[in-house]
């Protein structure tokens, strides 16, 4: 199987423009011709499961378009999406940011959707998406240390009660290194499908690794990569892999 992890911004582009007039303008258009391109990149790949971080589900900014919707119905995908915010939070009665969400795009048989909530953090979203064979949950940690320590905590109690191999994938935000992960791996049995740690961000020069892929023991990764692609200050994760039959 094929998955493609993407934190895409919100499909604002990238680059010197996207603080014009004022730092952080970018946030509040984003572009037609930045979607179809990373569209028309995905389509060529032929992906099997696709992890969206940072979409627009329909907010003025994006002109009321669902960016996950309009993605997957051209890949002729499963969708589902929530908004990133934990339900009782604040950002639920704002504008263009109540859109702000994350999304998996599915070609196989979906047997079941979770969406999970961290206690801690602005960023509360787990989505879990069950297939026949696996499990894969989709995150975006938070920006602060203490949170994200809390976040992989309880990451680790929903990947311990999995029954089934497991996937651990997004945006983690590890600015201090992905030693801030290593005890949460150790814990949960997971290794990086990045075994030369590629960095990811920013796309222009990528000097962090920021985002991963995580995988259990049942999940055999055979490819690996970190294309040079500038569709967001992201690169994308390309991680084929096989679940191994049961004994």
């Keep these: 199987m094929r998955f493609v992890l993407y934190n895409i911004r919100y499909a604002t582009g990238f680059g010197p423009a996207f603080h014009l007039p004022v730092p952080g303008a970018g946030y509040l258009r984003s572009n037609t011709r930045v979607l179809n391109g990373i569209t028309e990149w995905l389509k060529s790949l032929d992906p099997d499961l696709v992890g969206l971080i940072e979409i627009d589900t329909g907010s003025i900014r994006s002109g009321l378009v669902n960016q996950a919707k309009q993605i997957a119905d051209s890949l002729g995908h499963y969708s589902t999406y929530q908004c990133k915010y934990g339900t009782a939070s604040i950002n639920q009665l704002m504008p263009i940011v109540r859109k702000q969400g994350n999304a998996f795009l599915a070609a196989p048989r979906v047997e079941g959707e979770r969406f999970h909530y961290f206690e801690t953090g602005i960023k509360r979203l787990i ?16 920006l602060k240390f203490r949170h994200r320590h809390d976040q992989l905590r309880h990451l680790h109690e929903l990947v311990k009660r999995a029954s089934k191999p497991v996937i651990v994938a997004g945006d983690f935000n590890t600015f201090w290194g992905d030693h801030e992960i290593y005890l949460f791996m150790e814990a949960s049995g997971l290794k990086s499908a990045n075994r030369l740690g590629l960095p990811s961000y920013p796309s222009h020069k990528p ?15 055979t490819q690996f990569d970190v294309p040079d692609v500038r569709f967001s200050d992201h690169r994308p994760l390309i991680c084929d892999f096989n679940i191994r039959p049961r004994t």
Excluded: M, P, W
């Design 127 to 142: 989505i879990e998406l069950e297939l026949e064979e696996c499990a894969i949950f989709l995150v975006h940690l938070s």
């Design 207 to 221: 000097r962090k690794e920021l985002d991963f892929v995580l995988y259990s023991n049942g999940i055999e990764v």
